[in-house]
């Protein structure tokens, strides 16, 4: 069984930056894939970022790349999402997972945190 917690969200002016951390429970952390998705109000969950349980081995959305860092310390159990050039279509309650077998679906994976609220104003 895997807790997760995010923290760090909030309200940022577009072209800012936040980081997001996704703190775990559970001796087994360091196995487990992790990512990170987001919903906007209205829209369905959508896949942001992966990470595999070593941190080696990164996968991100389109809307991603370039602008967004997935990374983990698998001695702290927590996995980040540090978020640069942030967009008001980057609104969304941010969500972190872990376990999965295909990065990008979200029923693919087994754990979920309550999702933190990140706001971009134009």
């Known amino acids: 069984q895997v807790q997760l917690v995010e923290s760090g969200g909030g309200l940022v002016q577009a072209g800012g930056s936040l980081r997001l951390s996704c703190a775990a429970s559970?001796?087994?952390?360091?196995?487990?894939?992790m990512g990170w998705f987001r919903q906007a109000p209205g829209k369905s969950r959508e896949f942001v970022a992966y990470?595999?349980?070593?941190?080696?081995?990164?996968v991100y959305a389109d809307s991603a790349k370039g602008r967004f860092t997935i990374s983990r310390d698998n001695a702290k159990n927590t996995v980040y999402l540090q978020m640069n050039s942030l967009k008001p279509e980057d609104t969304a309650v941010y969500y972190c997972?872990?376990?999965?077998?295909?990065?990008?679906?979200?029923?693919?994976?087994?754990?979920w945190g309550q999702g933190t609220q990140v706001t971009v104003s134009s």
């Open positions: 559970g001796r087994t952390f360091s196995s487990y894939a």
């Open positions: 990470i595999n349980w070593s941190g080696d081995r990164t």
């Open positions: 997972a872990a376990a999965t077998s295909n990065p990008r679906s979200a029923p693919s994976y087994e754990y």
